[in-house]
């Protein structure tokens, strides 16, 4: 197979361009169509378009060298094979040549047909393995930048080294500010970094870690890692490469679900129960009837007879807010502003704000942005979580209450927050089943209201607490 190549003789001397071009017409195996140039700023022009396959530079070239023009052909972007030919004794000449980036050497009083092909053959050779290894690079590079998912490449130590341009976006870091960290930076909790660390450096792999991570803004994001292990030419241990999946919104898709689930399985409890408890009921209540009629001049007939009344309406009063909390509400749907409707849930919890001397701070920034909901259903909801936080927090303590709107991912955000005693992380998942409380009076049975209005409005309500700390709770609207 013979190889057409396009070469170029850099040269100032025709009697060594004419030598040169006779040893390359002897080269079996190759088809020269050589060029000759001996002007050194035309050469730097052909250099810098790299419009041969490979050059020949002679050393002298006048007032300015060979190397002079290597180095400009190379700080040019010129990635084409490049020879140096020199003179005898010229070694120091010849190891800068190499340091500045020329493919080989061949010293004039050795050129000869076998050394000219081998020094030919090897840069050709050289040029297709680098521009390979060039392409799998910049393939490499590419799915690395343009994946969807945060990639990130640490050091032995676990430094970050590189980071791809979806990390930086997920926890809203600069890529040069989130490379001066190790991965526990990103963790929440130094434990679990620990045990994250010590696992991977045993076992060279961790698959689906799940783990909370923090954003630059300190929002928790639930998330699992994969890192592998890099190896060096040498199969030392290099570094570790890793992905993050972001499951935040998987997981908040579970638990609407979930309590969707809990939702209907209570609704169906309910209807189960008010059925058995209320035709007992009945009857007690009408044979009480009777009884108080019968044994009306007896005082304590008449006084225990009354104290039976109050506990079975408080049984049946019970009954209908149990239905009520998880039947499916009956919306009167309309186009409410929303930055209008919170001061008038605001006042109707004023009295108990007031009474426990809470600091209020409001802030409305949905910029008179309105939504299709039932007004008053809605407040209803937005209530019980205000009745909530005001009783979080204690009488002795400075309370604060911060009701906060805004438009968010094009979304209607509305978020209460308390600093409260707030709620372990594994009790959260209850917070809103019937009868789950943490007070000492009440029947648990707002929050499973708020749930089921916030579902009828095909909306989403968002948890997160921290004990000692407080509570926040985040209500998601669609928007008209």
């Not at 590419?142 to 980071?163: A, C, G, H, N, W």
């Not at 963790?187 to 783990?211: A, P």
């Not at 308390?418 to 009868?435: H, Q, S, V, Y």
Request: with cysteine; charged share 30%; glycine share 6%.
């Amino acid at each position: 197979m013979i190889n057409h190549v396009k070469l170029t003789i850099i040269d100032d001397d025709e009697d060594d361009f004419i030598l040169t071009e006779d040893l390359l017409s002897d080269i079996v195996g190759f088809q020269f169509e050589v060029n000759w140039v001996n002007d050194f700023d035309l050469a730097e022009n052909l250099l810098t378009n790299a419009e041969s396959d490979i050059y020949l530079i002679d050393y002298r070239l006048g007032k300015l060298s060979g190397l002079d023009l290597l180095i400009h052909a190379r700080n040019n972007g010129c990635k084409k094979p490049i020879i140096i030919l020199t003179g005898q004794g010229d070694r120091e000449i010849d190891m800068q040549a190499m340091k500045n980036g020329a493919d080989d050497y061949i010293v004039k009083s050795d050129l000869n047909i076998e050394t000219l092909e081998r020094s030919i053959r090897y840069a050709l050779e050289r040029f297709g393995v680098l521009e390979k290894l060039n392409h799998s690079e910049v393939k490499y590079k590419s799915l690395f930048q343009r994946s969807i998912d945060p990639i990130y490449i640490v050091d032995k130590s676990l430094t970050f080294m590189e980071v791809n341009q979806a990390l930086t976006t997920l926890f809203g870091y600069e890529k040069d500010e989130i490379t001066t960290y190790d991965l526990s930076f990103l963790f929440e909790k130094e434990k679990t970094y620990e045990k994250f660390k010590t696992s991977l450096l045993n076992k060279g792999l961790i698959k689906d870690f799940e783990v909370t991570l923090l954003r630059a803004d300190g929002k928790q994001l639930n998330c699992s890692i994969t890192t592998i292990v890099l190896f060096d030419i040498h199969n030392e241990v290099e570094g570790y490469q890793g992905i993050i999946r972001d499951n935040t919104k998987q997981k908040e898709n579970e638990q609407q679900i979930l309590r969707a689930e809990k939702l209907g399985m209570t609704g169906r409890l309910a209807r189960s129960i008010a059925h058995e408890v209320r035709n007992p009921l009945t009857n007690i209540n009408l044979s009480l009837e009777q009884m108080m009629e019968d044994l009306k001049e007896d005082e304590d007939a008449v006084m225990y007879s009354g104290i039976i009344k109050r506990n079975s309406d408080r049984i049946n009063n019970l009954i209908t807010e149990l239905l009520n909390s998880a039947k499916p509400t009956s919306l009167e749907m309309d186009s409410v502003n929303i930055d209008e409707m919170l001061p008038k849930v605001i006042e109707l919890a004023a009295d108990r704000i007031k009474l426990q001397n809470i600091s209020l701070k409001t802030e409305f920034n949905c910029n008179n942005t309105t939504a299709n909901i039932d007004e008053e259903q809605m407040k209803i909801a937005l209530l019980n979580i205000i009745i909530n936080a005001i009783e979080a927090m204690k009488p002795d303590t400075q309370g604060e209450l911060t009701i906060f709107s805004c438009m968010e991912n094009n979304k209607i955000s509305i978020s209460i927050a308390d600093n409260g005693e707030g709620i372990e992380k594994d009790k959260l998942n209850n917070l809103f089943d019937a009868f789950y409380t943490g007070k000492r009076t009440g029947m648990g049975l707002g929050l499973t209201t708020t749930q089921n209005i916030i579902n009828a409005h095909e909306a989403k309500i968002n948890v997160e607490s921290e004990k000692g700390v407080g509570t926040k709770f985040t209500i998601i609207i669609k928007p008209n």
